[in-house]
Structure formats: C-alpha cells, structure tokens
C-alpha cells in the first residue's frame, strides 16, 4: 500500500515537473516578444505536455526496474573486490643487466605483484615478458629508480627484468591470503 502512494507521488511530482518545466519556457518565450495572439497554448505545446504526462508513468516504473535489478546483484563477496588479505611478502632481487627471472612468488587471485625500482640504483630497469625482451628498450617496460609498476599475474617468474647498469635492484611485493612468508 505504501508502495502504490509513493508511486503515485514520484509519478505526480515528475508530471509537475514536467508541466513547470514547460510553463517556464513559455514564459521565458513571451519575454522574447511572442507574436501578439489571442493568449492560448500554441498546440504543440500541448501536445508536449500530453507526452511527457503519459510518459513519466513508463519512466518511474523502468527507474523502479533498474534500481531493483541493481539491489539483486551479487558481485562474488558481494563487495565487488577482493578479501583483504593476512599478510604480505616483500623481497629485493638483484637484477643483472643481461636480464634476471624474478623468484618463484606465488600471486593470490585477485592481488597483483607490484616491481619497484630499487631508490639508490645507479641506472634504469627493464621489465619483460621472456629474457630477450628485458634486455630490449623495444620489447620492456622501463622503471627509473623509485619508480612502480605492478601486474595481475600468477606467478613473479613470469617476469624478467633487466638493467642498463651493475649494481641494480628490484623490489618486490605482494599481498598474501594466507600470511607472509
């Protein structure tokens, strides 16, 4: 019952709006300099008004529709992104500058690895996908020192990573579900 009242009252206040909206113009319209006339509603107006006061019962009711179907999704957690995760693992790799595979890490669904170049080193990094693409600017994607990058993968050794210089670091973390270590 109280459903059917608010309806009729969204339904009434979208067809005010509607009519005030139209009221308006006309207003405005005549401040303009309308043709001088017997003072009626032109009958396209009319008819507008006609429209839209037919209408807004269709727009209420598929608003109504959709905000329904929204409210009945469930998105997995029913949060729409991962659980927080109990730990975290982190590490420092020493990359050589013919290219380095990155440690066995495993990546929970839903977590991303993310490479850090390491703060003090003395030149760039390369990041690719085979050992061949992280020693060529043309196949990697390159990390100045203190810069991030971070992937949705399965595994850190999917990744290689090159440098332009001895000495270099990347440094790695990743969320863990089932604690650090």
Not at 25 to 35: L, P, T
Not at 147 to 157: D, F, G, P, R, S
Request: net charge negative; hydrophobic share 45%; with cysteine.
């Amino acid at each position: 019952m109280a459903d059917q009242k608010s309806d009729k009252v969204v339904l009434g206040m979208s067809t005010t709006a509607a009519v005030a909206a139209v009221m308006a113009w006309i207003a405005a319209s005549k401040k303009v300099g309308a043709a001088p006339g017997d003072g009626t509603i032109p009958s396209e107006v009319v008819e507008l008004i006609v429209a839209i006061a037919l209408s807004a019962d269709h727009v209420d009711q598929n608003t109504l529709d959709i905000i329904n179907a929204v409210n009945e999704l469930s998105l997995g957690s029913g949060r729409g992104w991962p659980e927080n995760a109990i730990g975290i693992r982190s590490l420092r790799v020493q990359i050589v500058p013919t290219g380095t595979q990155l440690p066995d890490v495993l990546i929970p669904d839903g977590m991303a690895l993310v490479i850090k170049a390491y703060p003090l080193n003395p030149g760039w990094l390369q990041v690719g996908e085979s050992l061949s693409a992280s020693g060529s600017i043309n196949q990697s994607w390159p990390l100045i020192p203190n810069e991030i990058v971070w992937y949705h993968v399965k595994n850190a050794n999917q990744i290689y990573v090159g440098a332009n210089a001895a000495g270099c670091f990347a440094c790695l973390t990743v969320e863990q579900k089932g604690g650090g270590g």
